[in-house]
């Protein structure tokens, strides 16, 4: 055997340097994209947040503002003006209603703070804008993500919602074992 084929454990500051240099990886990625995209974005006076609820909205139809806050991890203030921006520029319009407003209707009611209900959806012009927008983003998108084949960016996609979702157990069991130097 040689030397070569012998296995070495990592020790445990091994693996937080390649915890941590994954980590950076990942910031500078990500920040690096939004570079690379963001002069497209703020042609059409989009910012990176307006741009995830125009293509949502276009993508899944008029949803509750709670879902969106919910889905993206925004505060309802940081929501509030994003839909702001958008509505400002005619593309989204936002409808508020009472809980009451649904059950009276037959709806079915989400759980809420007793605050009135944000219904978000897309205008005419704002279907329109997205439809011209969005292949075109998509085609930038796809230009810069060339640099990876289909399955690395579905290996990509899969590794990123695997980071963001998180292992709760894996978690608390790291966070519970004492280091050792």
């Not at 980590?23 to 703020?42: E, I, P, S, T």
């Not at 889905?71 to 958008?86: H, P, Y």
């Not at 329109?128 to 084949?149: E, G, I, Q, S, T």
């Not at 579905?154 to 292992?167: F, H, M």
Request: glycine letters at 6%.
């Amino acid at each position: 055997m040689t030397i070569a084929a012998v296995k070495r454990w990592v020790t445990p500051k091994e693996k937080t340097d390649r915890a941590f240099r994954a980590y950076l990886d990942l910031l500078d990625a990500a920040d690096h994209m939004r570079a690379r995209v963001y002069g497209q974005l703020a042609t059409y006076d989009l910012t990176m947040r307006g741009f995830r609820l125009l293509e949502l909205l276009h993508r899944q139809g008029p949803t509750l503002g709670m879902d969106v806050a919910r889905m993206f991890r925004w505060q309802r203030r940081n929501l509030d003006t994003i839909v702001k921006g958008l509505a400002d520029n005619g593309w989204v319009k936002a409808k508020r209603f009472r809980i009451q407003d649904l059950e009276n209707a037959g709806l079915e009611v989400p759980e809420g703070d007793g605050r009135p209900l944000l219904l978000l959806s897309l205008t005419k012009e704002g279907v329109a804008f997205a439809a011209r927008f969005l292949p075109r983003h998509a085609k930038v998108v796809r230009a810069y993500m060339r640099a990876l084949d289909g399955r690395q960016q579905q290996t990509l996609s899969e590794l990123c919602r695997k980071v963001r979702d998180g292992d709760v157990t894996k978690f608390i069991s790291e966070m519970e074992h004492e280091d050792v130097e």
